[in-house]
């Protein structure tokens, strides 16, 4: 086990890094960019696979037999009853208690609903489920999404699939001053820096997807991300230098010889 663990709930994580698995070319490129992420926790949309084809070559198959802890995700559900129903689904098959609870408000930018989200949220964590909300970078919304018990909360950074990166580090700011919880910031990541920023910011993790599968080499691509998110954790935990107006030699002039 890592020497600096990510707990979720009852859940604990080496990798700080979770993708997921959609718009590859196909089950061979994702099973690539899985491994070289080095991702512990995968996330699929139970809305848009066959949760029962477990056949030679297919997504389950490749999920369920890998070394994986799947977080399926309510992706394209619009209303908190039809992402409960969803999840309660996924679980009589057997692969639904960490779940990423998502419950879409515009289908256009795919913001979240945050009323919905907070209602579905509490329903699933009175019926034993350990609850990650997509969310709004909402201080407010993430507050109340931790009160009714989620196990971490995930804001985004900008929205889903378009990655401009984190475009308000000051709501995750303050989000991260008032939560008792990860905060995984999940949507809007286009590239390692990105991913390194908002592990420097104190974010403990990030979630990820497009990023990866629509980069000119997604494997590559999933390496560095993994570089980029340990680079951002240790920066955090080492602090960063002040930062200064002028210049601060790196040599001091003490004691220089005329």
């Not at 699929?44 to 490749?62: E, I, N, T, Y």
């Not at 639904?96 to 408000?105: M, N």
């Not at 991300?225 to 003490?254: C, I, N, W, Y």
């Amino acid at each position: 086990m890592s020497p600096d663990p990510l707990h979720i709930g009852r859940h604990t994580f080496s990798s700080r890094l979770f993708v997921g698995t959609g718009k590859y070319r196909d089950v061979e490129q994702t099973r690539a960019a899985l491994e070289a992420s080095g991702a512990e926790v995968v996330t699929v949309a139970l809305r848009r696979v066959d949760l029962s084809d477990k056949s030679a070559g297919s997504l389950m198959k490749l999920l369920t037999t890998g070394p994986w802890t799947l977080l399926p995700n309510t992706a394209g559900c619009t209303t908190a009853d039809d992402a409960v129903r969803t999840l309660r689904l996924a679980r009589e098959l057997g692969i639904a208690e960490l779940v990423k609870l998502e419950v879409i408000g515009d289908e256009r930018t795919l913001y979240p609903d945050n009323e919905q989200t907070v209602e579905a949220a509490k329903l699933l964590v009175k019926e034993g489920f350990t609850v990650l909300p997509y969310c709004l970078d909402d201080p407010i919304v993430c507050r109340k999404l931790e009160d009714v018990g989620c196990a971490a909360v995930m804001p985004l950074a900008a929205p889903i699939g378009s990655g401009l990166g984190i475009r308000n580090p000051y709501n995750l700011r303050i989000i991260l001053e008032q939560a008792k919880v990860p905060v995984i910031v999940d949507a809007g990541v286009g590239t390692a820096s990105d991913a390194a920023i908002a592990l420097e910011l104190g974010c403990h993790g990030v979630l990820l997807n497009t990023a990866i599968a629509s980069a000119r080499e997604p494997v590559l691509m999933a390496e560095a991300m993994k570089e980029a998110v340990s680079a951002g954790r240790k920066a955090f935990l080492a602090g960063r230098m002040p930062r200064r107006l002028h210049a601060s030699a790196s040599s001091p002039l003490d004691g220089v010889i005329e």
